[in-house]
């Protein structure tokens, strides 16, 4: 890539574009708009990089390579062709276009990925090739305007490399992340998870809590590209490094599940916070009193459908118990996607944010203050 400004876009999950609009603006990135779906944004090489370096919060990193109109797919084809494919895709790599289409002429989504995957192959003057894997492409037909974008990212930002050990209906990095920003947690206060399983909470909280960016440990798509600098990448690296610093608060988290801490603790080793973090095998219990303030904050078990909803309302009645009186005077939240069950807690709730976790609509419920 030249040295001139992109225009970026950093897709995140429902609910979350108003903290990742934050975190790009916290990074000084020019031009930042939130839309349906995630933030626009511009900027040059190096800023591409930070994003992806440091957002805890987007799901991936789009450039747009180009707008065209199109109603017909020669028409397709003919303008693809000339958009400027070898800034991103080597002529021996491969590439996998993802289509959509809204209210467009063109709505065969898998001719026109076919269609501007042919594009691709004669821009860089090459015999076709297989197109079922390499650099994602994605087109996004609406009104019979096309917008065409690689992906800078590859796999999925949340994976930040540290969870190897999962546990049943584990809660995406980012989202926890999100979640945390929502909370107004910036790591200053004590954070704690009293349902950790397998750490997410806690582990996200560290990392912000210290400063580590989230991609220090993991490879990105923008690495194969032909105009990949290594020397800028590494230099962002160290100077990200160069900004870690011990937590300013204790970080804690409990399960009931022996398997389920063992995992966090694992966890928490490779995200390189573990000795910042205490992980308890311990149920829920109103002994444990911590005074505030501080945040608490769970994600706990309510099934994909809500089946058995009732069963889990002895739950959620001790979960309320131990809000009141284990932590008095802290920022207490969680997730639910019902508000019966979650109302089952007794507390005064205000609804903070509607949110998505695993394809489930869940509202991020808060007790609230001084009720």
């Known amino acids: ?34 839309t349906a779906g995630g933030v626009a944004f511009t900027g040059a090489l190096r800023d591409l990089y930070r994003a992806n370096l440091w957002l805890r919060t987007a799901s991936r990193v789009l450039v747009r390579v180009g707008e065209l109109k199109a109603s017909d797919f ?18 021996e790599a491969g590439v996998q276009v993802r289509a959509v289409s809204h209210r467009s002429r063109l709505g065969h989504t898998g001719r026109i990925a076919e269609t501007v995957a042919q594009a691709v192959d004669r821009a860089l003057g090459r015999t ?27 796999d999925l930002l949340h994976r930040r490399g540290y969870r190897a050990d999962a546990v049943p209906a584990p809660l995406r990095e980012t989202l ?9 947690w910036d790591g200053s206060l004590p954070l704690a998870d009293p349902m950790c399983g397998s750490g997410t909470f806690v582990i996200e909280g560290a990392q912000l809590a210290m400063n580590r960016a989230p991609g220090l ?36 988290g409990a399960d009931r599940d022996p398997g389920a801490v063992a995992a966090a603790r694992r966890n928490a080793a490779r995200a390189g916070v573990a000795a910042h973090v205490d992980f308890q095998v311990k149920e829920l219990s109103r002994e444990t009193l911590r005074r505030g303030p501080g945040v608490v904050v769970c994600n706990p078990p309510y099934g994909k459908r809500l089946e058995g909803a009732e069963d889990l309302i002895p ?10 009186y284990a932590f008095p005077g802290w920022r207490r939240a969680f997730l639910c996607p019902d508000a019966h069950l979650a109302g089952a807690t007794g507390l005064p709730l205000d609804k903070v944010a509607t949110l998505n976790n695993g394809g489930i609509p869940v509202t991020l419920w808060g007790v609230a203050e001084g009720r």
């Not at 028409?75 to 002529?91: I, N, T």
């Not at 297989?130 to 019979?144: K, M, S, T, Y």
């Not at 979640?179 to 107004?184: N, V």
């Not at 739950?315 to 009141?324: K, N, S, T």
Request: charged fraction near 30%.
């Open 176 to 184: 926890a992340a999100g979640i945390l920003r929502l909370l107004e």
């Open 74 to 91: 020669p028409e397709l084809y003919r303008k693809a062709v000339r958009l400027p494919w070898g800034k991103f895709v080597r002529s």
């Open 128 to 154: 076709p090739m297989l197109q079922n894997r390499g650099q994602q492409i994605v087109v996004r037909f609406e009104d019979d305007l096309a917008q065409l974008s690689v992906d800078s990212s590859g």
């Open 217 to 252: 440990d993991r490879t990105f798509a923008f690495m194969d590209w032909p105009g990949f600098r290594p020397g800028l990448w590494e230099v962002l690296r160290a100077e990200a490094e160069a900004e870690i610093h011990e937590p300013g608060a204790p970080l804690w």
């Open 315 to 324: 739950l959620f009645g001790r979960l309320g118990e131990i809000y009141r």
């Open 1 to 34: 890539m030249k040295k001139t400004e992109e225009r970026l876009f950093a897709v995140t999950a429902p609910g979350l574009e108003g903290v990742c609009a934050d975190e790009l603006n916290d990074l000084g990135m020019a031009a930042v708009r939130e």
